[in-house]
């Protein structure tokens, strides 16, 4: 069975740092495209950063320079790293697995980690 | 940037009613068009993926349909749990997996 738990949410003071992870089991992290989805409170969906199974890796304007994503392959774990963050970074934070077979759709999502920027 | 647009942006309706959701690219996407049901406090769930093809363990009673720039999300008879959001969500330009902004599904 796929499943995918992140961990490593919280509260953080605006310019700090954070590491999210998410474990993975069911599948291999680096055969497959991974993604990190956002979404603040009450709002949409925002699609936050992509490694490819090659290791390339692509970030929305509003994280780049800011964010790395990453994996572990021995750990079968994707990471996001989030340094300088801001109050408009707080949201629960989703990982998802893209199907890059099909038409890239995110086919598995995690349950979500809560990360509060906030003094 | 592909933008997408979804219509409307809620919707009240009974149990036993069809519904449709709209979505629009600015450009054309092809098939590449994807919706998701999310629930309260809830991660996002595939329904449809390549703009019409059903998702493994989803009811039948979900349709999608569409290419190009404009894509439809059929419900062909709500039931109780369909009551919810739903976003389309654009896989053409990938790296950018441009979401809709939402369409919140409401019992009236």
């Known amino acids: 069975e796929v499943q995918l738990v992140e961990s490593g949410g919280g509260l953080v003071q605006p310019g700090g740092s954070l590491r999210l992870s998410c474990a993975a089991s069911?599948?291999?992290?680096?055969?497959?495209?991974m993604t990190w989805v956002r979404q603040a409170p009450g709002k949409g969906l925002e699609w936050v950063s992509v490694?490819?199974?090659?290791?390339?890796?692509h970030y929305a304007d509003s994280v780049k320079g800011r964010f790395t994503i990453s994996r572990d392959n021995s750990k079968n774990t994707l990471y996001l790293q989030m340094n300088s963050l801001r109050a408009e970074d707080t949201a629960v934070y989703y990982c998802?697995?893209?199907?890059?077979?099909?038409?890239?759709?995110?086919?598995?999502w995690g349950q979500g980690t809560l990360v509060t920027v906030s003094s | 940037d592909i933008q997408m647009t979804q219509s409307p942006s809620s919707l009240s309706a009974s149990v036993g009613d069809r519904v449709t959701i709209t979505c629009r690219a600015s450009?054309?996407?092809?098939?590449?068009l994807n919706w998701y049901q999310q629930r309260p406090g809830k991660a996002p769930k595939l329904l449809i993926y390549?703009?019409?093809s059903l998702q493994s363990g989803v009811p039948s009673r979900f349709s999608g349909s569409g290419s190009g720039t404009d894509f439809t999300l059929t419900i062909s008879s709500l039931q109780p749990e369909d009551f919810a959001t739903y976003y389309c969500?654009?896989?053409?330009?990938?790296?950018?997996?441009?979401f809709g902004q939402g369409t919140k599904l409401e019992i009236k």
């Open positions: 998802a697995r893209a199907d890059d077979s099909s038409a890239y759709e995110l086919d598995y």
């Open positions: 069911g599948f291999t992290v680096s055969s497959n495209y």
């Open positions: 490694i490819y199974t090659g290791g390339t890796t």
């Open positions: 450009q054309s996407i092809r098939s590449f």
């Open positions: 390549a703009a019409s």
């Open positions: 969500q654009q896989s053409y330009s990938t790296p950018l997996y441009t």
